[in-house]
T-cell receptor
Framework: SQQGEEDPQALSIQEGENATMNCSYK?????LQWYRQNSGRGLVHLIL?????REKHSGRLRVTLDTSKKSSSLLITASRAADTASYFC??????????FGEGTQLTVNP | GAVVSQHPSRVICKSGTSVKIECRSL??????MFWYRQFPKKSLMLMAT?????????EQGVEKDKFLINHASLTLSTLTVTSAHPEDSSFYIC????????????FGPGTRLTVT
């Protein structure tokens, strides 16, 4: 398994602004997943993008994947205070375990 | 959607005692479950992979005799922290992989263990 490295470590924005988080990884993948973790809670699956996809949308979330650069980004548009959480990416080779980096701590100020 | 529960959500125990944490997939079968631990403001560290009906596979540096894992059915895995010490205090999270899937994995809400 391999873990992704999220960037930045911390991000603080105002409500209504967009938040962009990046993820880099090292080897070829089958898919890449993004998760959210509210403080003291488990992980919530946000979105999965396959290696043959370049962009995927889900509500206010937009994920891109650039396999040539081994990187992905997560964009949250029109952010809300409730989006405050840690966000983790998980690059995955088929059947492998998910491992996680340090995450991006997003704070959305009302 | 697929739901994974953990019990208890919080537990406080004394040094030297053992604590069992249960992880259940409520509405799906999981041939594989995973156990993670997380320190404050840190990432999740994968401890072990638990396969139904077989021995767990532990990550490097994780003591298998310290953290006993049993995966007796397709919906239940247990983690027992034996002879707990204060340094075992942590947030333990399990996840369950949907049977027949190579990537669909669902996480439990976590168990906060405090060893006094």
């Amino acid at each position: 398994s391999q873990q992704g490295e999220e960037d930045p470590q911390a991000l603080s924005i105002q409500e209504g602004e967009n938040a962009t988080m990046n993820c880099s990884y090292k080897t070829s993948i089958n898919n890449l997943q993004w998760y959210r973790q509210n403080s003291g809670r488990g992980l919530v699956h946000l979105i999965l993008i396959r290696s043959n996809e370049r962009e995927k949308h889900s509500g206010r979330l937009r994920v891109t994947l650039d396999t040539s650069k081994k990187s992905s980004s997560l964009l949250i548009t029109a952010s809300r205070a409730a989006d405050t959480a840690s966000y983790f990416c998980a690059p995955q080779t088929s059947g492998s375990r998910l491992t996680f980096g340090e995450g991006t701590q997003l704070t959305v100020n009302p | 959607g697929a739901v994974v529960s953990q019990h208890p959500s919080r537990v406080i125990c004394k040094s030297g005692t053992s604590v069992k944490i249960e992880c259940r997939s409520l509405d799906f079968q999981a041939t594989t479950m995973f156990w993670y631990r997380q320190f404050p403001k840190k990432s999740l560290m994968l401890m072990a992979t638990s396969n139904e009906g077989s021995k767990a596979t532990y990550e490097q540096g994780v003591e298998k005799d310290k953290f006993l894992i049993n995966h007796a059915s397709l919906t239940l895995s247990t983690l027992t922290v034996t002879s707990a010490h204060p340094e075992d205090s942590s947030f333990y999270i399990c996840s369950a992989r949907l049977a027949g899937s190579s990537y669909e994995q669902y996480f439990g809400p976590g168990t906060r263990l405090t060893v006094t």
